[in-house]
Each structure stands twice: as C-alpha cells, then as structure tokens.
C-alpha cells in the first residue's frame, strides 16, 4: 500500500491545474486523498476544488466552488475516493495560494 504526498502546487493567478493526476492512481486500485489549501497571502481568495476526467471539471463534479478563504486561511479536504481515470484539479483566482494532496492507496 503506498502513501505520502500526491502533489504539491503553488498556483498562479486564475488557471486550472492539476493537483492528483489521472495516473496517480494505478488501475484497479483506489486513493483515499486529504486536500490542504493554504492561503499564503494578506487578502482573500476564491478557490475551486473538483473530482473530474478532465482538467476543466464540469458542473456536478465540484467538491468547492468559489470558496472564499480568508487571508492566511486553510482549508481541508479529507476523505476524498478516487480512482484511476479520474483527477483532482484545482483553481484560484489569486496567486499565494497552496495545495498539497496526500493520502493513501488501496
């Protein structure tokens, strides 16, 4: 079983990116993630957080949707089932902003 960290990103300004990508996950097997979003900067943010095919999600594949987290805020995504084929992708509309996804395989 591995586990550790998936991806660490610090994002630029209003771009999809993707934090877990649909490799991540070997086929036939799953992860169970933890997304961690910090807001490193003084002013708040709007964030997106989605489980998707693609690295633009459409509309019910959204876990956070132009949240607001305030200045220096965290936010955390725990328990979050995936599997080979899918992704984690995530968006701000502020650079400062860091994700990390970390968890385990089965």
């Known amino acids: 079983m591995a586990s550790g960290v ?5 994002l630029t300004a209003s771009t999809w990116t993707t934090l877990v990508p649909t490799s991540a996950v070997p086929s036939g097997k799953y992860g169970i993630i933890t997304v961690n979003v910090a807001n490193t900067g003084s002013t708040a943010v709007s964030i997106r957080i989605a ?11 959204y876990l956070e949707y132009n949240t607001v987290l305030g ?3 965290v936010l955390e995504k725990t328990g979050i089932v995936i599997t080979n084929g899918l992704q984690i992708t995530c ?6 902003v860091s994700f990390i996804a970390y968890g385990l395989e089965g």
């Open 6 to 10: 998936y991806n660490r990103l610090s």
């Open 91 to 96: 968006f701000c509309d502020t650079a400062n």
């Open 51 to 61: 489980i998707s095919a693609n690295v633009t999600p459409s509309a019910g594949e």
């Open 71 to 73: 200045a220096y805020g």
